[in-house]
């Protein structure tokens, strides 16, 4: 079993930035593939960003390619979302995943264990 908590969301002006950490409880952080995803008001659940397990490889949504950046610091336990250039379509939810072993994935099913969310709202 593992716990996500994610932290660092609030509000921000369009081109700020902006960086979300996720906390997971356990001693198999390093076990799992991580990975992010957010919501919008109104819309489905959309991909983000993952990262596997030992941070070597990575994968992004069209939508933030560029201008996110996933990373993991797995003694800590920790796999962060650093935001730039923020635009007013990156408000939303965003939640952090886990998936136990496997591959790096975009698909929401394919992760195991998710947090609360926390809200990230672009300003203009």
């Known amino acids: 079993q593992v716990q996500l908590v994610e932290s660092g969301g609030g509000l921000v002006q369009a081109g700020g930035s902006l960086r979300l950490s996720c906390a997971a409880s356990g001693r198999t952080f390093s076990a799992h593939v991580m990975g992010w995803f957010r919501q919008a008001p109104g819309k489905e659940r959309e991909f983000v960003a993952t990262i596997g397990r030992n941070g070597g490889f990575t994968r992004y949504g069209d939508s933030v390619k560029g201008r996110f950046t996933i990373s993991r610091d797995n003694l800590k336990n920790t796999v962060y979302l650093q935001m730039s250039s923020l635009k007013l379509e990156d408000t939303a939810v965003y939640y952090c995943?886990?998936?136990?072993?496997?591959?790096?994935?975009?698909?929401?099913?394919?992760?195991?264990?998710w947090g609360q969310g926390t809200q990230v709202t672009v300003s203009s």
């Open positions: 995943a886990a998936r136990a072993g496997g591959l790096v994935t975009s698909a929401e099913y394919q992760y195991d264990y």
